[in-house]
């Protein structure tokens, strides 16, 4: 057994409000086959700031995947589940959510709830490989 | 002063719904600390099981107290494991923070047969060198 793990980090530059972001993950980390009876686990924490008094703010997310194949999420809404954990500071986003595209990819839609911010998006992705 | 860190993982296939025992290292990083000082860090209990709907992640922090300078305290009070948060379907019906011989652990009991888990985490404790 193998425990993949990969660190992400993105970086956004005066990201509009009210505007759908996407953060696609890759499927597999390290590219090796899941488990299929496995999950797909992710811890991301958003922080966003621009210049004035107070305009600050942190959110950490928790999101988890079932996969489908050995190289891609299952589709099924029952299969994937996320919340948030806490945040401080200013609240910087209207919408998290968890997603799979039809091809089973995971990916992030995030939605700011300020405007024209700078954002750092920063987590880790794992799971666990049969080799 | 050192900071010790150690990052720890863990995979269980197939656990039934009994109580598991999860040991810590007792002294991160060979760290020789002294009586009175803390051992704490963070467990991501990860699980998954066949079927539509089954997945979990639960994420838990963890404190013990060091009672000489290799030794965790066995006195009831000297211990606390407390949940941060939970997601998805719940499967994990306990997590309590135990000592035995010495050593910091984790004392699981799975609420539903046959999952996957994973269980990744970080501990930490601080020495005088």
Redesign the interface.
Known sequence: MAHNLVEFEQHYVGVASATSQYLYLPPTPHEKPALVDGGLYCRVTFSAAVSGTGNLGMAEYFFAWHYATAYLLSTETLDRTWSLVTEIGAAILTSCVGRVNAEGVPYIRWIPNQDLWNWTVRGELWNESAD | MAYNIVKF?Q?Y?AVPAVQQIFQLPRNPMGATTAAGAGLYGRA?F?????G??????E?WFFVFHYQSSTQISGTAGDRFAGL??A???PVLAACVATVGSYYARLTWTPSVADC?W?I?GEMWTESPS
Request: proline residues 4%; contains cysteine.
């Open positions: 993982c995979y296939p991501t990860c699980a998954a099981l066949s539509a709907g089954n997945i979990s992640m994420e941060v948060k997601i998805g379907t996957n994973i990744r």
